[in-house]
């Protein structure tokens, strides 16, 4: 049976609060209604089949229809839906889960409390570093630095963790002891320094913001790897050595917000390993379970794990930390990443593939950088190039250029006027070729409607 559009926008519009939306504008013009998914293409209410360029939201990282995992979901609901890791107990999924993580991770980064988000996994690691540098005599080592502009989710601590300043007006944030630095922007703040120069510079404001609190005082950096949200920021190589020496030298500890970059975006399994740098701690999400169903991990190094376990008791947690229905899930995902080899494909098959795609689309008179790392990618749209300037009102374009494309099949994502790229790791070169033409096609509709 066909679906009743009007009908469910109607029950939408009066019943259903959308996130980082502007819900009454939303409610006025109707909700789109996905409806199907299968490798890259997820279908509308329209029935018209959109190239899903964004996979979800940068999660779907094996690709939309695959039915092993919902038969997992399956086997593990009827077998036990629901048991706990309260009370001495725990399930065998999670159990496997957990090592198999510690095999992926990156180092010794062995440990993982289960969580439901990334939101939740910041939560955890701001409560449990705390921890870990009060069970060791410094309760004021409490500080966390992260970066304006960071994204770390939407919770009370995740929100303040990032550095957006929409968020914190909401709700009363940032909360106490969370500070920023700037972020390693070299297309707005490089000046004339080279990419490797300004990543030095851009890392050591992290040292100065550090001796300005006091080193006694901070407990740990946060980063993602490459910031996401805020548009595909890519440090140059240069930046994230150099934060690991300042955390060392000052007893800091590093936090690598994997939520995005972890299980294969970037073409390596962790952002870390893309850029050459070992983490203390590492929040997850997303790719573990390709979005099917939600869940998260707060990881911990073996140094940080000997003083959390031996700390006495854990006052954290939650009904659903380790629920054995998705950390069934997670398995039989990371058992089709690592048996189909997703990841090395996704590197040595499509990432350069990609990137020269990527590249043509940055000869667009409209695109002042075509930023790639593996398969995450922004095209910064900009009024004149060569210049490294944005348009006056920030936003507009880019959500003209995001709507266009999607006339054209193909969802990208906006943030300010840059288009965000995040496909599954699936996507074969067809489906490249396919994305590049229909990119292009948006580009130049932008162009023309901008009357250029
Ligand atoms: N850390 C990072 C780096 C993220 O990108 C989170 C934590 C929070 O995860 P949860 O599962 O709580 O959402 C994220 C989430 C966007 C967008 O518009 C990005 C995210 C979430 C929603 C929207 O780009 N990233």
Same mark, same amino acid.
């Given at each position: 049976?066909?679906?009743?559009?009007?009908?469910?926008?109607?029950?939408?519009?009066?019943?259903?609060?959308?996130?980082?939306?502007?819900?009454?504008?939303?409610?006025?013009?109707?909700?789109?209604?996905?409806?199907?998914?299968?490798?890259?293409? #997820?279908?509308?209410?329209?029935?018209?089949?959109?190239?899903?360029?964004?996979?979800?939201?940068?999660?779907?990282?094996?690709?939309?229809?695959?039915?092993?995992?919902?038969?997992?979901?399956? @086997?593990?609901?009827?077998?036990?839906?629901?048991?706990? +890791?309260?009370?001495?107990?725990?399930?065998?999924?999670?159990?496997?889960?957990?090592?198999?993580?510690?095999?992926?991770?990156?180092?010794?980064?062995?440990?993982?409390?289960?969580?439901?988000?990334?939101?939740?996994?910041?939560?955890?690691?701001?409560?449990?570093?705390?921890?870990?540098?009060? #069970?060791?005599?410094?309760?004021?080592?409490?500080?966390?630095?992260?970066?304006?502009?960071?994204?770390?989710?939407?919770? #009370? %601590?995740?929100?303040?963790?990032?550095?957006?300043?929409?968020?914190?007006?909401?709700?009363?944030?940032?909360?106490?002891?969370?500070?920023?630095? =700037?972020?390693?922007?070299?297309?707005?703040?490089?000046? =004339?320094?080279?990419?490797?120069?300004?990543?030095?510079?851009?890392?050591?404001?992290?040292?100065?913001?550090?001796?300005?609190?006091?080193?006694?005082?901070?407990?740990?950096?946060?980063?993602?790897?490459?910031?996401?949200?805020?548009?595909?920021?890519?440090?140059?190589?240069?930046?994230?050595?150099?934060?690991?020496?300042?955390? =060392?030298?000052?007893?800091?500890? !590093?936090?690598?917000?994997?939520?995005?970059?972890?299980?294969?975006?970037?073409?390596?399994?962790?952002?870390?390993?893309?850029?050459?740098?070992?983490?203390?701690?590492?929040?997850?999400?997303?790719?573990?379970?390709?979005?099917?169903?939600?869940?998260?991990?707060?990881?911990?190094?073996?140094?940080?794990?000997?003083?959390?376990?031996?700390?006495?008791?854990?006052?954290?947690?939650?009904?659903?930390?380790?629920?054995?229905?998705?950390?069934?899930?997670?398995?039989?995902?990371? @058992?089709?990443?690592?048996?189909?080899?997703?990841?090395?494909? %996704?590197?040595?098959?499509?990432?350069?593939? !990609?990137?020269?795609?990527?590249?043509?689309?940055?000869?667009?008179?409209? #695109?002042?950088?075509?930023?790639?790392?593996?398969?995450?990618?922004?095209?910064?749209?900009?009024?004149?190039?060569?210049?490294?300037?944005?348009? %006056?009102?920030?936003? @507009?374009?880019?959500?003209?250029?995001?709507?266009?494309?999607?006339?054209?099949?193909?969802?990208?994502?906006?943030?300010?006027?840059?288009?965000?790229? +995040?496909?599954?790791?699936?996507?074969?070169?067809?489906?490249?070729?396919?994305?590049?033409? @229909?990119?292009?096609?948006?580009?130049?509709?932008?162009?023309?409607?901008?009357?250029?």
């Amino acid at each position: 049976m066909p679906l009743d559009v009007k009908a469910l926008q109607k029950l939408d519009a009066e019943h259903h609060l959308h996130p980082f939306n502007d819900n009454a504008a939303l409610a006025k013009k109707g909700t789109r209604i996905l409806t199907r998914g299968e490798g890259c293409y #997820v279908w509308d209410d329209q029935g018209n089949k959109l190239l899903d360029a964004f996979a979800g939201l940068w999660c779907v990282n094996v690709g939309y229809g695959r039915t092993e995992l919902g038969d997992a979901a399956k @086997k593990q609901m009827d077998l036990l839906a629901y048991y706990n +890791s309260f009370f001495g107990c725990t399930v065998e999924p999670t159990i496997e889960l957990a090592a198999k993580l510690a095999e992926l991770a990156p180092g010794d980064i062995n440990h993982s409390f289960f969580v439901n988000s990334g939101s939740e996994a910041n939560d955890t690691i701001l409560r449990l570093v705390r921890h870990y540098w009060a #069970v060791q005599d410094q309760p004021q080592k409490n500080i966390f630095i992260g970066r304006v502009n960071g994204y770390h989710g939407t919770t #009370v %601590a995740g929100a303040s963790l990032g550095g957006m300043k929409g968020m914190h007006k909401q709700g009363g944030l940032p909360i106490p002891d969370i500070a920023h630095i =700037d972020p390693p922007f070299w297309f707005e703040d490089g000046g =004339d320094l080279s990419p490797e120069e300004y990543g030095l510079v851009a890392a050591r404001r992290l040292e100065r913001k550090i001796l300005e609190l006091g080193p006694d005082r901070v407990a740990a950096f946060i980063g993602e790897p490459i910031m996401g949200a805020i548009g595909v920021y890519i440090p140059p190589m240069t930046y994230w050595p150099e934060i690991r020496r300042i955390c =060392d030298k000052y007893d800091v500890l !590093l936090v690598a917000d994997e939520v995005i970059c972890g299980f294969g975006r970037t073409g390596e399994w962790f952002g870390s390993q893309y850029f050459g740098f070992q983490p203390d701690v590492m929040p997850v999400a997303k790719g573990i379970t390709s979005g099917y169903i939600p869940l998260g991990a707060a990881m911990f190094s073996d140094k940080v794990a000997k003083v959390l376990k031996e700390g006495g008791e854990l006052a954290h947690g939650a009904t659903y930390s380790g629920h054995p229905v998705c950390t069934a899930v997670a398995l039989a995902n990371l @058992k089709i990443l690592q048996e189909e080899k997703v990841v090395e494909r %996704a590197r040595n098959e499509i990432a350069p593939y !990609l990137a020269a795609k990527w590249a043509q689309l940055g000869e667009h008179a409209l #695109v002042g950088e075509a930023r790639i790392a593996g398969l995450m990618g922004a095209l910064e749209l900009v009024p004149e190039k060569p210049k490294r300037t944005f348009f %006056a009102d920030r936003g @507009k374009v880019g959500a003209l250029c995001r709507d266009i494309a999607l006339n054209n099949g193909l969802i990208l994502r906006a943030t300010n006027d840059a288009m965000l790229l +995040s496909p599954p790791l699936v996507i074969t070169r067809e489906q490249v070729d396919e994305l590049f033409e @229909k990119a292009w096609k948006s580009l130049n509709e932008t162009a023309a409607v901008l009357g250029k």
